[in-house]
């Protein structure tokens, strides 16, 4: 059997790591190991990241939710659990677009709910 040497395949997967660390300061762009590294380590962010965004972006629409339903008489609580109760299946993302963007049609949502009628 023939012997195979490995130059050709290991400097193209060095490469291929740089390529990826491109843009990164210092010689964490130029060094093989830390490109290699600071590549994995930039791999791992993004992946928890991409589901921390998430739970940001949700955290946020209730905030603006319920600093919306509270200028309009009732709290973030009585606001879902109206929507839910009336059949309303608009997701949060959609009302805090909603609640920003047209504040009249937001007030309108929360008086089809009845959740103002049944905190009086």
């Known amino acids: 059997m023939p012997r195979v040497k490995g130059a050709v395949h290991a400097r193209k ?13 210092g010689g964490r762009s130029k060094r093989e190991r830390a490109a290699k590294q600071a590549v994995r380590k930039a791999g791992k962010h993004a992946f928890r ?10 955290r946020l629409w209730q905030t603006r939710l319920n600093a919306a339903a509270r200028m309009n008489g009732v709290s973030y609580s009585r606001l879902i659990d109206g929507l839910k109760k009336s059949n309303i299946e608009l997701d949060r993302k959609v009302l805090a677009e909603i609640a920003m963007d047209h504040p009249e049609v937001f007030t309108e949502v929360v008086n089809a709910t009845g959740a103002v009628e049944a905190k009086k």
């Not at 997967?13 to 300061?25: E, N, S, T, V």
Request: glycine letters at 4%; proline letters at 0%; hydrophobic letters at 25%.
């Open 49 to 58: 990241d991409r589901r921390a965004k998430k739970r940001t972006f949700r």
């Open 13 to 25: 997967r060095r490469r291929k790591m740089l390529k990826l660390a491109k843009g990164y300061q």
